[in-house]
């Protein structure tokens, strides 16, 4: 089964790379709810079956695959933004940076003093992986949607760490995790909104006329 | 906790606090009407408070300790919740002014004329209620931070109710300042507190010892956390703006019950403490003195109603903390008389001055809402157009000034009563801080009786000020019921003064060890019942009085004139006393501290033009001492601004750097 979730999580690296190499919309928000529905399944490959289990499979792939997607573009018709024009470091060095990260992750990864039965497999290197790859898109990028596509990748990356615990993770902590997320794009809404309507434009880096 | 009983006290008080808690939620409905959610808030905030009332003093007259425990799965230990008597005394104010407040909002904040702030107060203040249940109830460090949290956010948004007054915002922002920075000693203190015992649970009475390393720590981070909520001077800063602004329940609600929790937190915390350092209850009683003397003296000179009304609440603070500081002494000397009486005073007058405060403050929104306006030179003659009201307010003034027959005699009573037995036989140093006390509590009191003599003069007596009059109005029933019902609670207190120490009496035994107190309780030392006597004589004599009067009135019907006419024909109400002019030998007196500011013009010549004079008491802590500091600090640290650009994509990467080099700094 573990070599399963390996590739799993090989491909959720992938797609990684995907949003970080592509300049429409369109594209990154779709990648981020595939990322969404591969995580969903994770936990269920995983782990033993059980009825909460279902219980949060089900609750992550329609949060993170269908709802915040839904949302996302629906942000997205209302402004009319189709592409990320002018990022501050372009397409090809995200790239290349997301490589570097990546492989640093793994020998980050490597070094970290893990309980026996997680090391050696890729769930460490791909939560850092993945994390870095937010932090990349949520530094680079101007306009507040990608800005949201870059939280929600950094939130998928704490979601694979937090797999190797999900059994012990208390129903709260899960609740409070998905909820978080939930109440995060809804107020990245507001605020793209309120961004476009007041500058009618969503690229953030306007928004240093609001310094004192 | 007593088995045979089907339902017991602990079950009932959670109870109140959910439906408190949830009586704002239908408001948060936009599809009901403003009308029926402010109704349906009411009568749940109303059920709420019946159960957790009877529950609360069932548990405080029984004096058994009722213990829950909520399963919660988080890593802080189990959720323990306590009720003993000296949390269920604390619990009565709560529960009796938030059911006062919830009737009251549907007059003076009628959901018809804010349909939109009254959804949101109506929320917040039963969010208030209930999180302060909570939080006196809490045996767990962080359950009693959350509680504490939750309170002070919600008070925040029920102060800035109307933000779109600039005014408003300002209070509202400086109180949240001031919260947060309390709450941070709060955690710091916890902190210790969870590295003395090794447990997230608040130990049990008198477990600590205060020579163990970081108890010093513990003492005056409490002082300095809990003493910023109480308003303790110089920690007050937040109050009289907060109180001024807010809807006037909700500075009910905040002086009446909210202030509390500070001085419950002190309490709580010292008790835990055994034996108690003598210096610790000279730095309370000194902190009390200091804070009742300056609170007073602040009042007289303020214009604004509900300005003098908060001082007045700082002054009271500060009377409960001489009654706490008072009880410490007693113990750290061995003297149970001072203990008992310290602590007696201490929580009968939390108790009074949340009654006749909030009834206070309840009759002050009724004297805006009928005028308007909050400038006591903008009122005067108000008892003519609003009787009822001015009753009432009358009866709150009376408490307040500690004058018998009325609640706030009892309690200073007590007071005096101890401190006049802890100098018989102790040494020098409990003497004289004992006489200190005295002088200092006469003090005040004749301070607050000048202050409030000036209030009900200016706004109620003579004639008014302001030219338009044709609009006053009496407060509707329902702003009169829950004033009345407090009024009826100080008379209560003061007349049986009996059974009110008997509420009193067993809180105060169980905040200490037994051996501390000797056996003895309050009515054992003090002749309670030649009080009742007395104070039901004066009653029958005033009663009498009063129909003498009213008798003599019919008899001779009065000619009208203006009180203050001083022999001219045709007076205007510009001549009255003003409340400037009424302060003004007191204010005079204390410029030292009040730093008054006269906008003074200079006459010259015959037939000067029109000329105004103003003056203004400033917030001499905030506007004397604070703020120039932080204007400084903001010059001094003005490079750090660069840091914050604007650019949200450079914060994130403060972020990630952050994390990077607290991950370096681990591995």
């Given amino acids: 089964m573990d070599i399963f979730a390996d590739q799993l999580l090989v491909f959720v690296m992938l797609i990684n790379f995907v949003v970080l190499g592509s300049s429409r919309m369109t594209m990154a928000i779709r990648a981020v709810a595939v990322q969404g529905v591969v995580l969903g399944l994770l936990p269920g490959i995983i782990h033993h079956f059980s009825w909460h289990l279902v219980a949060i499979t089900v609750g992550i792939i329609l949060a993170k695959g269908v709802i915040i997607p839904w949302l996302l573009f629906r942000a997205m018709d209302r402004i009319q933004i189709k592409r990320e024009v002018e990022p501050f470091i372009g397409y090809v060095s995200t790239l290349i940076i997301g490589a570097v990260t990546t492989a640093l992750a793994f020998v980050f990864a490597a070094k970290l003093p893990l309980a026996p039965e997680h090391q050696g497999l890729l769930f460490v290197p791909a939560s850092i992986a993945t994390m870095m790859t937010g932090f990349l898109t949520l530094t680079t990028r101007r306009k507040a949607i990608s800005q949201v596509i870059g939280y929600l990748i950094l939130e998928n990356g704490i979601f694979i760490f937090g797999l190797l615990l999900t059994t012990a993770m208390p129903v709260m902590v899960e609740a409070g995790a998905l909820l978080d997320l939930l109440v995060g794009i809804f107020v990245m809404g507001i605020v793209i909104n309120h961004i476009s309507n007041e500058f009618s434009s969503i690229d953030t880096s306007r928004l240093t006329a609001l310094k004192e | ?667």
């Fill in chain 2, 1 to 667: 906790m007593n088995t045979t009983e089907i339902i017991d006290p602990a079950h009932i008080i959670m109870t109140g606090a959910i439906f408190a808690g949830l009586s704002g939620v239908p408001g948060l409905f936009p599809r009901l009407g403003a009308t029926v959610a402010q109704k349906l808030a009411t009568i749940i905030a109303c059920l709420g408070s019946l159960l957790g009332l009877g529950g609360a003093i069932v548990v405080a007259v029984s004096g058994m300790t009722e213990h829950l425990v909520l399963d919660w799965s988080l890593p802080f230990g189990p959720c323990d919740i306590w009720i003993d008597p000296l949390a269920a005394f604390f619990l009565i104010p709560i529960f009796l002014v938030s059911g006062a407040c919830a009737v009251y909002a549907n007059g003076y904040w009628p959901a018809g004329k804010h349909p939109g702030t009254s959804r949101v107060l109506g929320f917040f203040l039963g969010l208030l209620a209930s999180s302060m249940v909570l939080l006196i109830t809490a045996g767990n460090s962080v359950f009693f931070l959350i509680s504490w949290e939750v309170m002070a956010v919600s008070a925040y948004f029920a102060i800035t109710a109307e933000n779109e007054d600039h005014e408003v915002r300002k209070a509202g922002f400086v109180y949240l300042v001031c919260t947060h920075v309390g709450t941070l000693a709060l955690f710091v203190m916890f902190i210790v507190l969870r590295l003395m015992t090794g447990s997230f649970a608040i130990p049990h009475a008198g477990t600590l010892s205060p020579l163990a390393p970081g108890a010093a720590v513990i003492f005056f981070t409490a002082i300095f956390g809990f003493g910023m909520k109480a308003g303790i001077m110089p920690l007050h800063i937040w109050l009289p703006a907060a109180h001024a602004n807010g809807p006037s329940h909700v500075s009910a609600m905040m002086s009446g019950v909210m202030l509390k929790m500070g001085i419950y937190g002190i309490i709580r915390i010292v008790s835990l403490f055994s034996p108690i350092p003598l210096w610790w209850g000279v730095v309370i009683l000194g902190a009390g003195i200091v804070s009742g003397l300056a609170g007073v003296i602040s009042a007289i000179g303020q214009h604004d109603l509900k300005r003098l009304l908060a001082y007045s609440s700082i002054e009271n603070i500060g009377i409960i903390t001489i009654g706490l500081g008072t009880a410490l002494i007693g113990m750290a000397v061995g003297h149970p008389p001072l203990v008992i009486m310290g602590m007696g005073g201490c929580l009968l007058h939390m108790l009074n001055h949340s009654l006749f405060k909030s009834l206070l403050f309840l009759g002050s929104g009724a004297v805006i809402h009928a005028t308007g306006t909050r400038e006591l030179s903008r009122m005067g003659g108000l008892a003519r157009h609003m009787p009822r009201t001015a009753l009432l307010f009358f009866i709150g003034c009376v408490a307040i000034c500690g004058l018998p027959p009325l609640n706030g005699f009892v309690s200073e009573y007590l007071l005096y009563f101890g401190f006049f037995n802890g100098i018989n036989g102790s040494s020098i140093p409990v003497f004289s801080t004992m006489v200190l006390a005295i002088f200092s509590l006469a003090l005040i009191g004749s301070l607050a009786l000048a202050c409030f003599v000036r209030l009900c003069g200016i706004a109620f007596l003579g004639q008014n000020r302001s030219s338009e009059t044709g609009a006053l109005h009496d407060a509707p029933l329902t702003m009169v019921a829950p004033m009345a019902l407090l009024a009826l609670c100080c008379l209560g207190v003061g007349l049986l003064p009996l059974s009110a120490v008997h509420l009193v009496e067993i809180p105060v035994l169980a905040v200490f060890p037994p051996a501390m107190t000797a056996g003895k309780n309050i009515s054992s030392i003090a002749p309670l019942a030649w009080l009742e006597a007395c104070g039901l004589l004066l009653t029958l004599v005033i009663v009498a009085f009063i129909g003498l009067y009213l008798r003599r009135l019919k008899a001779n019907p009065p000619v009208p004139a203006s009180t203050w006419g001083c022999g001219y024909l045709q007076p205007t109400a510009r001549i009255q006393y003003s409340a400037t002019s009424f302060a003004e030998m007191l204010v005079h007196f204390f410029r030292g501290v009040l730093q008054p500011r006269y906008a003074m013009p200079r006459i010259s010549g015959f037939l000067p033009n029109t000329a105004r004079f103003s003056s203004r008491i400033p917030e001499t802590v905030l506007e004397g001492l604070l703020l120039p500091f932080m204007r400084l600090t903001g010059l001094v640290f003005s490079f750090l601004r660069r840091l914050q650009h604007g650019e949200p994509n450079l914060y994130v990467l403060y972020i990630f750097v952050t994390l990077v080099m607290m991950l370096a700094w681990s591995y």
